[in-house]
């Protein structure tokens, strides 16, 4: 959640944060502000809403200076609004602050600092820091102040601080949210997160638990903290900077949706070596004498890399026969689960950030289980803290709602399954080589499902204004339903649910009534016969139905009022082709309905607090 950016050098900060901020609107566009030092002190502008209107307020009252913090804004604390804005002013304007994350003692430290005289004007957490510094400040040391406020924090925190005694400062720190140090020359920035920084340098420190950045435009130091320097080694980004771009797109979804056969084919043949008949983990210890000791998997995620976990334990289950327990980390982490070292858990997370999932990883350390990430971001959190690490290399996703990382999480998965099965003795050659067959023509399906995209526009024309729609299915059909609908749900704000197919008569079906869209997936051809029977349930209840499913299946055409179809590929496969018909249906729906499908209302990228 929320967006930092800070900029120290010679240059005007002004523009460079506001270019920054563009890039990390997809962490939080609930409001945005920057605060530049100059000769006046601390200046600054902040705005409810799109960083649109902080650039129109900047364009009628521009403020100049080669230092200074900007933040773009998802609401915890306090309703979005001018006030609630970031950057957050101490007492006599000595201090700004921005932060991201949630101060869980906030209430205690603003109690103690009105009964000192402190007066407060924001519903945030955050002002509490700002005037916490000023409290712990001595008029002489930058640094040990934030230390001594550090110290009095509970909760997550990435913060950007300035303070008008130290003109050529900015410190920052870290604790359960992200934050990186972009290098440059003569000139250094802080982040929440790689884009923002792309266009200006490659060369960044990735802050750790409890570190403390001091950067000046020609250093930046790091210290633990308890005020030792740390060493810290440079991580080069060798992503495109048009991997941050929308390349003639017209909105990054959309974009993203298209980059999908690049990303499998990279990670399927990378792992997939052509002449043998193995998973190629990269140095991942999962050998036969690892999963020996092994009598349950845990699968831990949130949101859509939730729906991939639920796909993986489908499959570890039905093809390694492992147990496997798919969890949402944010009740996981609650339920004190039953883990010890013969657990493997499995955590699924696009920003290796997600909060509630590396809770749930620190919980599982703690219980000498064994962890394996499968991550997006290198160096991410949840990647450092892990024992193993499966990065899917999908790439920077700005769209809010996950189009390509999810497809790149199911094959890890595919992966993972081919892997223990193989390991295990689960599987045979045979087997293995039809599901490796059908990964390695993937790449190809994903594209013929794409060139279908203006008959799935059609489809979407025909239905954008329902106000309720069920996704249905079964077995791995289902689990796909859930990320379609909640596809839905993030970019269209249409009423969607994913029901098991069976259970409709179980109470759902009373739902159904005349123009009710029904989206029926129906890939598995063991379970094709008893999906279609629910399919004529709804239609003898006049639902409209939106039929998925696979070359040749004349059946389904007679049944649904539209079929689009997805080329004949090994049923494990089948799913991720039919996610991707659900994924551009909802884009279309969305487009119909004039939606922001980037940036969609209420929702937030990266979720960095719990």
Same mark, same amino acid.
């Given at each position: ?145 934030? *230390? ?7 909760? /997550? &925190?990435?913060? @950007?601080?300035?303070? %008008?005694? +130290?003109?050529?400062? #900015? ?124 009598? *349950? ?7 859509? /890399? &939730?729906?991939? @976990?639920?796909?993986? %334990?489908? +499959?570890?289950?039905? #093809? ?141 024309? %025909? ?148």
């Amino acid at each position: 959640m929320c967006g930092i950016m800070g900029y120290i050098g010679h240059g005007e900060a002004s523009g460079c944060i506001t270019d920054g901020l563009s890039k990390l609107e997809y962490r939080g566009y609930d409001s945005a502000g920057i605060a530049v030092i100059n000769k006046r002190g601390i200046e600054v502008r902040k705005s409810k809403g799109e960083l649109k209107n902080l650039l129109e307020k900047l364009d009628r009252r521009p403020v100049t200076g080669s230092i200074g913090i900007g933040h773009t804004r998802w609401s915890t604390h306090g309703a979005p609004s001018d006030i609630n804005s970031h950057p957050h002013l101490s007492k006599d304007k000595t201090f700004a602050v921005v932060h991201n994350g949630i101060i869980e003692n906030y209430l205690e430290i603003k109690a103690l600092l009105t009964e000192k005289g402190y007066r407060f004007i924001s519903d945030t957490d955050t002002e509490c820091i700002a005037h916490l510094l000023h409290y712990n400040y001595d008029g002489e040391n930058f640094f040990e102040t934030v *230390r001594k406020t550090l110290d009095m924090l509970e909760g /997550a &925190y990435a913060l @950007g601080i300035i303070c %008008k005694d +130290f003109p050529d400062t #900015i410190i920052a720190a870290k604790k359960d949210s992200p934050l990186i140090i972009g290098l440059g020359k003569d000139e250094n920035y802080i982040a929440s997160d790689i884009p923002a920084i792309l266009e200006r340098t490659r060369d960044v420190y990735i802050l750790d638990e409890y570190e403390l950045a001091v950067v000046k435009a020609d250093s930046v130091e790091i210290y633990d903290i308890n005020g030792d320097p740390v060493n810290k080694n440079v991580f080069k980004v060798e992503w495109s900077l048009d991997a941050a771009e929308k390349g003639g797109f017209e909105h990054f979804m959309l974009k993203e949706i298209y980059e999908q056969p690049r990303i499998v084919k990279d990670l399927a043949l990378s792992k997939l070596p052509p002449a043998e008949h193995r998973v190629n983990l990269e140095g991942i210890s999962l050998d036969k004498s690892d999963l020996e000791k092994i009598n *349950r998997i845990y699968v831990v995620a949130c949101g859509t /890399a &939730y729906h991939a @976990g639920l796909l993986g %334990k489908y +499959f570890i289950e039905k #093809i390694a026969r492992i147990p496997v327990v798919a969890e949402v980390a944010s009740e996981f982490i609650y339920k004190d689960p039953i883990l010890d070292e013969s657990t493997l858990v499995i955590a699924v997370s696009q920003s290796g950030e997600t909060a509630d999932t590396k809770e749930a990883v620190k919980i599982a350390k703690s219980h000498n289980a064994k962890v394996l990430a499968v991550v997006n971001a290198i160096g991410s959190s949840i990647a450092r803290e892990a024992n193993e690490v499966f990065y899917i290399l999908a790439g920077p996703e700005i769209a809010v709602a996950s189009t390509k990382a999810f497809s790149a999480q199911v094959t890890a998965m595919y992966l993972i399954t081919c892997h223990i099965a193989m390991q295990m003795g689960k599987m045979s050659v045979l087997e293995f080589e039809e599901i490796k067959a059908s990964l390695y023509t993937l790449p190809d399906d994903i594209e013929d499902v794409l060139e279908k995209a203006e008959e799935i526009r059609a489809v979407a024309d %025909k239905y954008y204004k329902a106000k309720n729609v069920f996704f249905i299915g079964r077995g791995a059909d289902y689990l796909v339903s859930m990320e379609g609908s909640l596809k839905l749900k993030e970019i269209a704000y249409i009423n969607s649910e994913a029901y098991a197919a069976g259970e409709l008569k179980h109470g759902p079906i009373a739902m159904i009534e005349e123009e009710t869209l029904v989206v029926a997936i129906a890939t598995q051809q063991e379970l094709f016969r008893n999906t279609l029977s629910n399919i004529k349930e709804v239609k003898a209840r006049s639902a409209k139905v939106f039929g998925i499913a696979v070359d040749g299946n004349k059946d389904m055409a007679q049944e649904c009022d539209d079929v689009v179809y997805i080329p004949v590929t090994h049923p494990m496969v089948s799913p991720l082709l039919a996610n991707i018909v659900s994924q551009i249906f909802a884009y279309y729906m969305a487009y119909n309905l004039g939606t922001n499908i980037d940036k969609p209302r209420n929702l937030a990228k990266s979720v960095t607090v719990q």
